[in-house]
């Protein structure tokens, strides 16, 4: 038993406002009432549930790529030295495995969600995972861009497309979908892109990402997947994007989806001289259509590393920067594309993305929808959240950041015009109850009777980025990780994973396939269940 | 070879082109062999990657690399003109003159070559399970290798950390070698340090290493009577599933051992090494 007293709470999937209640924890869950055990006096404290990351990459063969790439960011990285409770590491813009585990919960948080595996190199990522210590993962698997989903679907085998995907879900033992680029890292194979929604697929003769947009929402809604499809549009970063951004939302009319890092989808005008703000439009899209969640995908100004499986536009930044580029294909599945990036305050084209992941979290005027997110590592690394808290937190802080960027910012920027403030409900909400929710875990990002005991408590400060960067306490699983300042203990997370029910006969169909499409053997390619570590298996959608 | 779908005739359907200094036996296997000057694998590379762009390249020192022009033009419209080419390399690039040179110029050319069409280099790694040694040692301290934790954290530098440097030095006072051969490799001084030192070697084999080795402990040969993970060179990992039954134990249940005998001992860092805060977040 612990029991945490006199803390001010924040629990917004419960409704509860920053009112002082007693919290009492027995076996890693919360429970009405009792006695006896460890006691911490929260009196004059800020409690959350603990944080929810919905959109991090944090584990596999893309960041592990990364961090090849970048030995002179670990060299100026923070260091984990050794200790009797903590292996070593180091932080940076893609930190290593343990490290990653310690600086999450240095933040409070305790769920992190891996959002891009490749099913033929799952088994590697939940490798990784599994060194990750006390948080607890999930992870979704690419399906926008493989070879066998695509040629289902061209062929208008819809029904045995889904069945495959329900497949694949459990082969990669993974917990949900995510499409990036839909076609359009297909025909990157061919050195080609996809960007608009009604455009043809290199390789195929009638399909087109509207049609894969819609087809994998549906699925995922008829699997009765805990998470709906989440979507990394086409077009990501360009200027005008936001034509394709609301197109692909109106293909999705009808079904759940999670929108992943909208800011890199929310630009106007024509060219990179041109180009602007146009998270309104987007706002007002997500405002009445309540279908829908996304993340922010927030940019914050610095060095970092992009990685993702979006290969074609890696290479259009690669010829931007002119710095290093890593491409891996995927084989028949997918691509990726890494590439370090400066956002730099006096470009304009920095300065439109920071102002528009800010705007975002705050046009969107429903919590419950928008998500605190910076596609880590993408446009910053996620131990910089408190960073974007205290900008959404204080107005006066935003006006301040805004005096440091281009003049010619101005009328390409909402920002300057908003002044709404998140309080402190709105965080925990877009940090943890929110994401939570999107995320189907129905047992986090809630501080209700049966829930898991994850939770963060905080010093009050008036300095909101000292408050959010040092939790005083941080407690997973009813067990205190975090403690003044120090890594207490480190157990190991679960991961989640789902096992969707599919026709028998897909394994039949699948198997001569591998014959063409796969260089190997279909029985090494699931990931044995024996390889998860802590599994946490939640059933979803009946066999045909 | 394996066929499929955009390539329904297999090998007929891909070209393979060979550069070596020496006519191996790969060159019966390749569609065209290139014969490079050994030491001239940067200069031929940096030809290409001018070539590639039109730009003029200098006769004289075309010749040098031992492949006429005549061949190096045919190599650049094939390379312009294919669907996918891929590059492969290996130590003939990174272990001769030149060394991370001459695999920063190929990597580069394949980096250009996307300008015309998709192009991916990729190195090839050495037998066994490199890959798999090089990815878990970058996923786990950010370096595949040449990596030191004597400060307590990882820290890399290739050439002063790399196992020969660090044995050459005389900077090691005993030695732990999984799945190796050291003995048989590296340079007379390294060995003869590894010699002084109390080396405990994890081989089931007998080899040069385990021989100077203090303790030997025979393991059971992973993927024939021991099952585990082995990366291939493109990073993806494949299970393996053991076909005979051992006598030894496996690599990961000594070293689960060790480490488990280790853990009973007092811990042997200072207690401020506990102090580490997260305040430098």
Redesign the interface.
């Given at each position: 038993m612990l029991r945490i007293t006199g803390g001010k709470v924040y629990d917004p999937a419960n409704g509860i406002n920053g009112k002082i209640r007693d919290l009492f924890i027995q076996d890693g869950r919360f429970v009405p009432a009792g006695a006896g055990g460890r006691t911490i006096d929260a009196t004059g404290m800020i409690i959350f549930p603990g944080g929810v990351d919905v959109h991090t990459h944090v584990a596999g063969g893309a960041i592990n790529f990364a961090r090849a790439m970048m030995p002179e960011d670990h060299r100026r990285a923070q260091a984990f030295i050794r200790s009797k409770s903590r292996r070593s590491g180091l932080g940076g813009m893609a930190p290593t495995t343990f490290a990653t585990g310690y600086l999450y919960a240095g933040l409070g948080f305790t769920t992190v969600n891996e959002a891009a595996v490749p099913v033929l190199s799952a088994r590697h990522t939940h490798e990784e995972l599994s060194d990750i210590p006390i948080v607890d993962k999930c992870s979704l698997v690419l399906m926008a861009n493989n070879e066998i989903m695509l040629d289902l679907l061209e062929a208008g085998e819809y029904e045995r497309a889904k069945n495959v995907m329900a497949w694949y879900l459990w082969a990669a033992k993974s917990y949900g979908v995510k499409a990036v680029n839909p076609g359009g890292v297909a025909a990157w194979k061919w050195g080609k892109d996809a960007k608009q929604l009604s455009d043809s697929i290199e390789g195929y003769s009638k399909l087109t990402p509207g049609n894969i947009v819609t087809a994998l929402a549906r699925m995922c809604d008829e699997l009765k997947l805990p998470h709906p499809l989440h979507l990394h549009c086409n077009n990501l970063g360009a200027p005008g994007n936001i034509s394709t951004t609301l197109d692909t939302l109106q293909h999705l009319e009808g079904h759940r989806a999670h929108i992943a890092h909208s800011q890199y989808h929310a630009y106007g005008g024509d060219d990179w001289d041109t180009m602007q703000s146009s998270t309104t439009e987007l706002a007002d899209y997500f405002n009445t259509h309540r279908n829908l969640t996304t993340d922010a995908g927030a940019i914050l100004f610095g060095d970092t590393v992009t990685i993702t499986a979006d290969g074609p536009w890696q290479h259009l930044l690669y010829k931007l920067t002119g710095r290093k580029w890593g491409n891996l294909d995927i084989e028949n599945e997918t691509g990726c594309g890494i590439v370090p990036y400066t956002y730099r305050p006096s470009n304009l084209v920095n300065a439109v993305q920071w102002a528009a992941g800010l705007e975002l979290l705050l046009l969107i005027e429903d919590p419950w929808q928008v998500f605190l997110s910076t596609d880590h590592p993408n446009g910053g690394c996620f131990w910089r959240y408190p960073e974007i808290i205290e900008l959404l937190m204080c107005a006066d802080h935003r006006k301040e950041c805004l005096k440091q960027l281009p003049d010619n910012i101005k009328g390409r920027v909402k920002l300057p015009e908003i002044d709404r403030e998140y309080t402190l409900y709105d965080v925990a909400t877009a940090m943890s109850a929110g994401p939570a929710r999107a995320l189907g875990l129905k047992t986090k990002g809630n501080l209700g009777a049966g829930c898991d005991a994850d939770v963060v408590i905080y010093e009050e400060d008036d300095s909101v980025i000292r408050m959010f960067s040092h939790p005083r306490y941080v407690i997973k699983a009813g067990e205190v990780v975090i403690e003044d300042g120090d890594i207490r203990e480190t157990p190991e997370g679960r991961e989640f994973l789902i096992k969707p029910g599919y026709d028998p006969s897909t394994e039949e169909f699948i198997q001569p396939l591998f014959e063409d499409c796969y260089t190997m053997s279909f029985d090494n390619y699931p990931v044995e269940l024996e390889r998860i570590k802590r599994p946490d298996i939640q059933q979803c959608g009946a066999a045909e | 070879m394996?066929?499929?779908?955009?390539l329904p005739r297999g090998r007929k359907d891909r070209t393979m082109v060979l550069v070596d200094i020496r006519e191996t036996k790969s060159a019966k296997a390749a569609d065209i062999f290139l014969q490079v000057k050994p030491g001239k694998d940067f200069e031929l590379l940096t030809i290409l990657r001018a070539m590639i762009k039109d730009q003029p390249v200098n006769q004289a020192m075309v010749a040098e690399t031992g492949v006429s022009l005549q061949a190096l033009q045919d190599l650049v419209n094939r390379m312009k003109s294919c669907?996918?080419g891929c590059m492969f390399f290996g130590m003939g690039l990174s272990m001769t003159r030149g060394k991370h040179m001459n695999s920063a110029a190929l990597l580069t050319l394949a980096?250009e070559m996307?300008a015309y069409?998709?192009f991916?280099a990729m190195p090839m790694r050495g037998h066994g399970n490199v890959t798999g040694a090089d990815?878990?040692m970058?996923?786990?301290?950010?370096?595949?290798f040449g990596i030191t934790?004597n400060?307590?954290?990882?820290?890399?530098n290739p050439g002063e950390f790399s196992t020969v440097d660090v044995l050459v030095r005389g900077d090691t006072d005993a030695a732990f070698i999984i799945g190796a051969d050291p003995g048989a490799t590296m340079p007379q001084p390294a060995i003869n340090h590894l010699a002084c030192i109390p080396t405990i070697v994890l081989d089931p084999h007998v080899t040069h290493t385990s021989k100077l080795a203090r303790v030997h402990i025979t393991t059971a040969p992973a993927g024939i009577a021991a099952p585990g993970?082995a990366?291939r060179m493109d990073?993806?990992?494949?299970?393996l599933k053991p076909a005979l039954k051992s006598p030894y134990p496996t690599d990961e249940e000594v070293v689960r051992r060790i480490r488990e005998a280790i853990e009973k001992k007092p811990?042997w860092?200072p207690d401020d090494?506990?102090q580490?805060?997260?305040?430098?977040?």
């Open positions: - | 394996q066929k499929s779908k955009f669907k996918f980096a996307n069409t998709k991916v990815v878990v970058r996923s786990q301290t950010g370096y595949p934790f400060r307590g954290y990882p820290r890399y993970t990366y990073e993806i990992p494949m299970p811990f860092m090494s506990e580490m805060t997260l305040a430098q977040v």
